[in-house]
């Protein structure tokens, strides 16, 4: 079964840019997440979905960054304007309420991104 | 305050030690669930383990073990005769049963596993 799959990889961009991220969640999941792990902050908590719908965006750090989750198998993190402090490593992960409240959450490779 | 404390930030061994990861956690919900991740050189985090706040006892699986004491409100992880593909960082992560979807990474600790 394929992952969580994110693009891309690795994403290089000037300030001032917008930066688009994307995420492919496992299909049948019902829960999306995005992470940003800095050396500084750690992995920190974004923003997450339900269903597609965005539960908890308290972690969204400034009006410059929005998430959209226009369908169950596709999401995106934009960032507009970029800034330099937004470099970091964003991993998006899924998971599935099932019959469980506390399933573990499976993280996709990660975006680096590099702000210059 | 920080919720998970991962006190080590880089250990080193050699390969076939065994090594100790801490994780002290902190809440106030009687009804808590503690995770541990492995992130490699790669990158990805890989999902270990998983226990709810009601279940203390100790699991094994293969050389992994964890050490879960809610005295001590920790989740430990022991790593029995070390290799070299064990290097890597581990993070133990916390959710609240208020808010499950909700995980508090530690800040990590770096293994080397040195041949």
């Known amino acids: 079964d394929a992952g969580v799959i994110q693009s891309p990889r690795h994403e290089v961009t000037e300030m001032g840019q917008e930066v688009t991220l994307r995420c492919k969640p496992i299909?049948?999941?019902?829960?999306l997440f995005w992470y940003r792990q800095t050396m500084m902050r750690g992995l920190e908590l974004l923003i997450y979905?339900?269903?597609?719908?965005?539960?908890?965006d308290s972690g969204m750090p400034e009006d410059r960054f929005s998430a959209k989750m226009p369908n169950a198998s596709f999401s995106t993190l934009k960032i507009q304007p970029s800034e330099p402090r937004d470099s970091a490593v964003y991993f998006c992960?899924?998971?599935?309420?099932?019959?469980?409240?506390?399933?573990?959450?499976?993280f996709g490779p990660g975006t680096r991104l590099t702000v210059l | 305050a920080q919720k998970v404390t991962q006190a080590q930030t880089e250990i080193s061994v050699v390969e076939k030690e065994d090594v100790t990861l801490d994780c002290v956690y902190e809440?106030?919900?009687?009804?808590?669930?503690l995770f541990w991740y492995k992130q490699p050189p790669s990158g990805e985090l890989v999902f270990l383990i998983r226990?709810?706040?009601?279940?203390?006892q100790n699991e094994i699986s293969g050389r992994y073990s964890w050490n879960f004491q809610k005295s001590t409100s920790s989740f430990n992880f022991t790593i029995t005769a070390s290799q070299v593909v064990d290097s890597a960082v581990y993070f133990c992560?916390?959710?609240?049963?208020?808010?499950?979807?909700?995980?508090?990474f530690g800040s990590g600790t770096k293994l080397n596993v040195k041949p």
């Open positions: 992960a899924s998971s599935l309420a099932g019959t469980l409240a506390y399933n573990e959450q499976f």
């Open positions: 299909s049948g999941h019902d829960y």
């Open positions: 979905f339900n269903n597609n719908v965005p539960i908890d």
């Open positions: 809440t106030r919900d009687t009804t808590y669930y």
């Open positions: 226990r709810n706040s009601f279940d203390e």
């Open positions: 992560a916390l959710s609240e049963a208020w808010n499950f979807n909700k995980f508090y």
